[in-house]
């Protein structure tokens, strides 16, 4: 697994974030009076800028039904945000097993794997979700820098900093935070306060909307606290989110206003969270099949995210045999559940009969031609069953939308190396790096497009507008340093 950011390498991001921004977008100096404010489109630069570190040095989750739960749960609150309208969203997941979610510029939207698998209902992870949707369309961090006349570039990379660097070690960003001027620190405190208050507010209405439970705001803040009260250290999102008693009781009267929830807990919730639980060791991990199997051959095994979750460890142990049994059993009781159709394709997969695979997976992507876990899981079980050019041209089709996962490329590289398309691999592979923040990787890879491209003019068009993109960006680093 990727280690953490320090604290170190976090500032050093966000500097060249700022510096490439300050060059890309000709950004006015914040303190002057033209211009006190970052407007959306320099605060989207920042974001788009800042997620490449993201992607390449925090251990993210790329398991595509995660991605796909997160983003439609993601979204099914944006829809219910009156002013997220023309914002952009994108949802991750961070593996790691601290109670954490935070809001980054540019619509930006991280959780830990720990604060979902400590939800209890789909509603504690929405109001969570909801809260920090609100951060964005609210332009916290924009109104936070109104609030200062003479904010410099390394002083803006220091604040930005400290507030991310709390996301992953509280001390580290407080640590951060104290270096900037006296001034801004209390600005930056005192407007968290009214921030929070204000997130709190439209991130209630926008779940309850949505029919999830309102009242889960204020449960899911008094469990946190209950549960951690003993501890020396509150957990993560308790430190950058603070919490008292008039907060939480100000979120109970907000909730007792709005209609009673509509949608119960779906499936998907507690599937996903079964999905994103990883045994600690192996010794783990067997006891639990063991314990799972027992129940299920004495037939009382009957709850179905359980028999789900024996099938996954069965797929672990190489029981595959078992695992596929089970899930196709779940998956004939609910024939249009995406996760339980995709957990058999990568069954079958596992145990090395893809081609078992092929059919059922490509009869729901007619249905659902853009669902990124079934193009992925399609894909794989192409390229598994010697079908690489089929894989390849599927992938084409999505590769390049807006917003998709870096993945996406890495598996397309492969399906166009095994299927002969040896020019294109180079290109597929720098797009790959170039999201997930490799710049020097990407663009080794794109010169080495460039010249396998000698006879299509429209490639080479292609790799030379990379390769200017990327030295822009370096030599806007480079000049900051």
Known sequence: ???????????????????????????????????????????????????????????????????????????????????????????????????????????????????????????????????????????????????????????????????????????????????????????????????????????????????????????????????????????????????????ISDARARARQMPEARNPDSLEFHLIKTRLTNATNEQHLRAEYKSLKARFDDNQLNNEVEQYRLALLSSELEAHADAIAILRQLYLQRQRNLIYLVSLAEAYIAAQQPELALPFLKSELKTTPTSYPLIMTYARALIDSKQAEAARELLLEHAYAQNQEPQMFQLLSEAQSQSGYLHEVHESQGQYLFATGDLQGALAQFELALTRAKNDGYARTRMQAKIEQINQILRARRTRH
């Not at 300050?22 to 989207?44: D, F, M």
């Not at 997941?93 to 720990?114: D, K, V």
């Not at 904010?151 to 400290?162: K, M, T, V």
């Open 1 to 247: 697994m990727i280690s953490k950011l320090t604290s170190f390498s976090l500032t050093a991001i966000l500097t060249s974030v700022l510096s490439v921004t300050a060059a890309e977008q000709k950004l006015p100096e914040l303190g002057s009076s033209t211009s006190r404010t970052l407007s959306v489109a320099q605060e989207q630069a920042i974001g788009d800028e800042y997620i490449l570190g993201v992607r390449r040095y925090l251990p993210l989750v790329h398991d595509p039904l995660a991605v796909d739960y997160i983003n439609h749960l993601g979204f099914k609150l944006v829809e219910q945000n009156p002013d997220a309208q023309d914002r952009r969203f994108y949802f991750f997941i961070i593996q790691e097993p601290t109670l954490n979610a935070f809001a980054l510029p540019g619509g930006y939207i991280g959780t830990h794997s720990g604060l979902i698998a400590a939800a209890e209902s789909e509603s504690e992870l929405a109001a969570v979700m909801g809260h920090e949707i609100a951060h964005v369309t609210q332009r916290h961090l924009a109104r936070r820098l109104e609030r200062q006349q003479q904010l410099s570039f390394p002083a803006l990379a220091s604040f930005i900093g400290g507030i991310i660097v709390a996301s992953q070690n509280p001390e580290a960003g407080i640590g951060m935070m104290a270096t900037a001027n006296a001034g801004m620190q209390q600005a930056m405190i005192n407007h968290t306060r009214e921030n929070e208050k204000e997130a709190d507010r439209i991130g209630i209405l926008a779940m309850s909307r949505a029919g999830f439970d309102p009242i889960a705001v204020a449960g899911f803040f008094e469990k946190m606290q209950q549960a951690t009260r003993y501890l020396r250290r509150p957990p993560e999102f308790l430190m950058t989110h603070p919490v008292n008693q008039t907060r």
